[in-house]
């Protein structure tokens, strides 16, 4: 399980001087734990998410500053993640406190593995449907992802339905199983334009001064 330290913060610190010292503000609240607001390396978080996910239970390490226990523990989910607009690094985080001995449901992104033979043999288009599922499990048995084989659609019309994900032991699929996966399309073929063009309604459009003003203004100028 991923470790990520982190600082109880004040809620009138200066959010824009801690981003510049390379520090993003985030939230931890739910199970077990009060509504706590905290500071964390962003150069570390991007590891721990790269790793965890949002799926992934991991140990928040929260520096208190209090004496009787200046370090705490809580297990959290990644629940949310702000991004910077432009540059796209993050700028808020919300952590989910969670209890471990209870199963929780979580979205879990859905991983396509292998290659659709029909797309191979150009028969048909690979259209992926849906890309995350939700599922429910105890903290320690959250999939990072779910692996979906594409290999088995051969021919256009071609399914897979959320019945035919095989999850993980102790994990439980709570999207509906009629939900449609990834399926084969038919090749749509572009349309060609044969209208013929009407070359006598074309404007033609001169470009720069023609003869007439060229020598008007120059006419002006012998005047002044």
Known sequence: MQTLKATKRSKTDKLKAMRSNGMVPAVVYGALVE?????????????VLKIAGESNSIVLEIETGETKTPIKKVDALIHSVQLHPVKGFPIHVDFLAIDV???IAVMVPIEFTGQARAEKDGAGTLV???HEVNVE????NLPHVISVDVSS??????????????VPAGVTMLTAPEEVVALIAAIQEEKVD???VDLSAIEVVKKGKSDEDLESEVSTAEKK
Request: no cysteine; hydrophobic share 40%.
């Open 128 to 130: 992926k449907v849906i």
């Open 101 to 103: 001995n209870k199963p």
């Open 35 to 47: 509504n706590t607001p905290i500071s964390i390396s962003s150069a570390l978080f991007e590891k």
């Open 153 to 166: 659609l051969t021919i256009v019309s071609d399914q897979i339905h959320v019945s035919d994900i095989k």
């Open 137 to 140: 499990a105890l903290p320690k």
């Open 194 to 196: 044969e209208t013929p």
